[in-house]
């Protein structure tokens, strides 16, 4: 069980039902309300998992040395895991995520699933092993994520429009502000960084909830074809903002490792309640609820599971 739970610790299992539901609402705005997943979604879900897994993996492997100092428990420092196991572990995950966002372009007979596949695992290779550590990095994990949800889009028939990118940027400008809220988590971080980020992370969810105004009825396909606002729907983003906000702001107060790192779980997972509001606004109540069951596993294993 020790290592077991360090796999998992590794892997940061939690965090991985948050691109779970980033990869299925991107699948979900692109097709009709009511169109059973097929194999072309088992492959963009599977890609995504293998993708995301491998860059927690890989974040770990490069920055073995550097977790030696700050997180000696964590479980390459601590002797739970061969660093050898981990990088071996880390690339095949990437490779695995890779070929089945090819498999998925095989499937639709369009080469977008593969070359968005692909270009994750360039993001992820680049932030890891090049920019983290410089002004580039939060930017690097912002197109991570932005790209994961582009990943749920590429298997639809119909191209892009407006919309699709507004909602894949608002996903990545908030993973931008959340990146940047955790760069200094480890030790004290400084108040004008948390107070940046927070404003990257709220603006990143204003795009998000006027996602509607860029649809163009006449051009949209799938279920953006038919959006349908739920009642309250600015207040219910209103109230979402507060309660990260008030996160953020006590983290700002007192920027100490536990209250920071207590904002970015938060965030992190919020992304779930995201992805269900906009399949809520596309699909219906039905299909928010599915997408929303994800906190349930990612809470669950986050009680015991590090995750940030």
């Known amino acids: 069980m020790r290592t077991v739970r360090a796999y998992l610790e590794l892997l940061r299992l939690p965090n991985v039902f948050t691109a779970v539901a980033d990869v299925a609402m991107g699948y979900i705005v692109t097709h009709p309300p009511g169109v059973a997943p097929s194999s072309d979604f088992v492959g963009v879900l599977i890609a995504s998992i293998c993708l995301y897994s491998a860059g927690m993996v890989l974040n770990d492997v490069f920055d073995a040395e550097v977790d030696a100092r700050e ?31 090819w498999y998925a372009a095989a499937t639709t007979g369009n080469l977008r699933a593969g070359l968005v596949a692909t270009a994750l695992a360039v993001c992820i290779v680049l932030y890891n092993g090049v920019v983290k550590s410089t002004r580039a990095g939060p930017l690097a994990m912002g197109a991570c994520r932005a790209l994961n949800v582009l990943l749920g889009m590429s298997v639809a028939a119909t191209p892009w429009h407006q919309a699709n990118w507004v909602i894949a940027a608002a996903i990545g400008i908030y993973i931008v502000g959340v990146t940047w809220l955790a ?41 953006l074809a038919n959006v349908v606002l739920p009642p309250n729907w600015y207040w219910f983003w209103a109230i979402t903002a507060a309660l990260i906000g008030r996160r953020c702001v006590w983290a700002i107060a007192s920027p100490t490792p536990a209250n920071v790192q207590a904002a970015v779980k938060i965030a992190i997972l919020s992304l779930i309640l995201f992805d269900a509001s906009v399949c809520y606004a596309v699909a219906g109540q039905e299909v928010a609820i599915a997408v929303l069951a994800l906190l349930i596993p990612a809470m669950f294993l986050g009680r015991w599971i590090y995750s940030t």
């Open 71 to 101: 997180r000696p428990q964590r479980p390459i420092p601590s002797g739970r895991i061969p660093l050898r196991t981990a990088r071996a572990l880390g690339w095949s995950l990437l490779l695995i995520g890779t070929g089945f966002g």
């Open 183 to 223: 760069r200094q988590e480890a030790g004290i971080s400084n108040r004008r960084q948390l107070t940046g980020a927070t404003g990257v992370m709220l603006a990143g969810m204003l795009l998000l909830s006027l996602f509607h105004r860029f649809v163009d009825p006449s051009a949209a396909a799938g279920a």
